[in-house]
């Protein structure tokens, strides 16, 4: 993830502001709150799960946020500090580092379209832009489109009407059908009985060159990582993405297709329509989902799957001919 440009970030804390156990060295300082794979000998990190131990070794992180059973995957210039519950403890840290980015707030510098300023853009009517915003050229908007503060926009881009951009970037000739949604904070709480605790989001949207987007797309910003879709890209009405999701180049995904949280998706991949795709899986490249499906695996290479759970092509007609 580069540079945070969304979100204000407190200055530099030292772990015992944050962490009162004695394991550590409380005088050391930390900068930021980064991925393992993001994360300098500035940063602190967290390894919550399994699936991220090569990741875990090779991090670069001063310190990281883990389990007893996972400390053993760190390199030994990484400190682990052991808590009961890593994402509870991410999400009080993150919050300490960017007190803003637990809830959407209204863009308070949101206002009428500087014509000088975008004079080779073409705006509907009631467009609202936040400050610092970058549009590029010969780009269109449409009427009653909202682009909060510090978007980026490329050229030859076209925003439709009833649209809401925040936390984003995106790139040259893009197109997004109206009433999409995109770089708003993703479902990420802790469950409380007494009251939940939000994970603050402090990632944004990357749609590179000549993504389209479909009618009524909702696509999450990053919780700690980046939402991307990769060039080329093409989804159709109503898909959702949450948070972290990673779409490759020239992939076709059909209407309502649901991605859970962190999920990477590689090149050339389609998917039918009403699939689901669960959270912190590897899709592979030039890979075929069927429509309805419901992945719950990761996906090699090259791979034709179809059915819930999904399943190689050839076996769910087998099997579905058992059922005849």
Do not use: W
Not at 60 to 89: G, H, Q, R, W
Not at 108 to 119: E, R
Not at 263 to 277: E, K, P, R, Y
Request: charged share 20%; with cysteine.
């Amino acid at each position: 993830m580069s540079k945070n440009i969304f979100f204000e970030k407190s200055k530099p804390i030292l772990l015992s502001e944050v962490f009162t156990e004695s394991q550590f060295n409380k005088d050391l300082k930390i900068h930021d709150i980064k991925t393992l794979k993001q994360a300098t000998n500035l940063d602190i990190t967290f390894f919550e799960s399994i699936a991220y131990k090569d990741s875990a070794k090779t991090t670069k992180a001063s310190c990281c946020i883990t389990t007893e059973k996972l400390k053993k995957y760190l390199p030994e210039n990484c400190m682990p500090i052991l808590v009961k519950s890593v994402l509870f403890d991410l999400a009080k840290i993150t919050k300490r580092f960017y007190p803003d980015a637990d809830l959407d707030y209204p863009d308070i510098t949101l206002s009428k379209p500087d014509k000088s300023k975008y004079s080779s853009v073409k705006f509907g009517n009631n467009v609202l832009i936040g400050k610092n915003c970058q549009i590029g050229e010969s780009t269109i908007i449409g009427n009653n489109t909202i682009i909060e503060h510090n978007v980026s926009i490329g050229n030859n881009c076209v925003i439709g009407s009833q649209i809401v951009i925040r936390n984003s970037l995106i790139g040259n000739e893009v197109v997004i059908q109206d009433g999409c949604k995109i770089g708003l904070k993703g479902f990420g709480f802790i469950p409380n009985k007494n009251k939940n605790i939000r994970m603050p989001h402090i990632g944004k949207v990357i749609l590179k060159d000549n993504v389209e987007l479909g009618s009524n797309c909702t696509i999450d910003r990053g919780s700690i990582d980046d939402t991307i879709i990769g060039k080329n890209t093409f989804l159709d009405n109503q898909v959702h993405m949450a948070h972290n999701v990673k779409i490759g180049d020239n992939c076709m995904i059909a209407g309502q297709v649901g991605f859970a949280g962190s999920t990477t998706i590689g090149n050339n991949v389609s998917i039918g329509g009403q699939a689901g795709i669960s959270g912190h899986l590897n899709i592979g490249n030039n890979v075929k989902i069927g429509g309805g499906s419901g992945v719950v695996k990761n996906i090699e290479n090259g791979s034709v799957v179809m059915g819930y759970p999904a399943v190689p092509l050839k076996k769910f007609i087998k099997d579905s001919k058992k059922d005849e």
